[in-house]
């Protein structure tokens, strides 16, 4: 997404210009996908965060999607009435909008910090909730090495079996003991650094 577009939303969104809000805005972001992209900035008072930001026009036609599947669901139980699949039409139009939320996204991570404070060697950036809205996020910048990265975790002399075992106790924990799961867990969404201990933590 072009820079402009990126600090169109963020004024559409915070009613103020970048400018404003950070002192500093990286141009090359940090990582793209389909809905946002992140960009590594710096607060008015000198703390580095991660701005995620919602693609221009995602929401828009996100709606257009809701539309065209609820359409076609009701077209083939129109022409195929033992076509019992409704309910995917139904799940799209709730859960599509809490997808896009980045409120919602946020919300959840503050569930997980939570969820998971004993772990002293996970660390969940916190939340600026002054500049949240539903195509915006911000959070403390972490750094570290992706966790598929073996060359770069082994430079770090970060040991990847405790990386490992880490990442499984994490997710024991999420799924045996609160049945609530981060189903995200792509290498751009776990980093490793090394802790004042020198261990491995999880970001």
Known sequence: M??????????????????????????????????????KATLKDGR????KVQHK????????????????????????????????????????????SFIQEAKNAEKVARMLKDFEWLKIPQIEW???????????????????????LKKAGIDVYDVSRKIGQMYSKMIFDDGYVHCDPHPGNVLVQKNESGSAQIV
């Open 130 to 152: 002054n500049y949240v809205t539903d195509r915006t996020l911000v959070m403390e910048y972490c750094s570290g090495c992706h966790v598929d990265d073996m060359d770069s």
């Open 57 to 100: 026009f995602v929401k828009k036609h996100s709606f257009v999607d809701i539309y065209t599947m609820d359409l076609l669901v009701r077209g083939v139980k129109f022409v195929f009435p033992q076509f019992e699949f409704m309910w995917l039409a139904d799940e799209m139009k709730k859960n599509l909008p809490l997808e896009l």
């Open 48 to 51: 580095q965060v991660a701005v």
């Open 2 to 39: 072009p820079l402009e577009d990126i600090y169109s939303v963020i004024e559409s969104e915070l009613k103020q210009p970048a400018s404003e809000i950070f002192v500093d805005f990286d141009e090359e972001p940090l990582g793209t996908a389909s809905l946002a992209q992140v960009h």
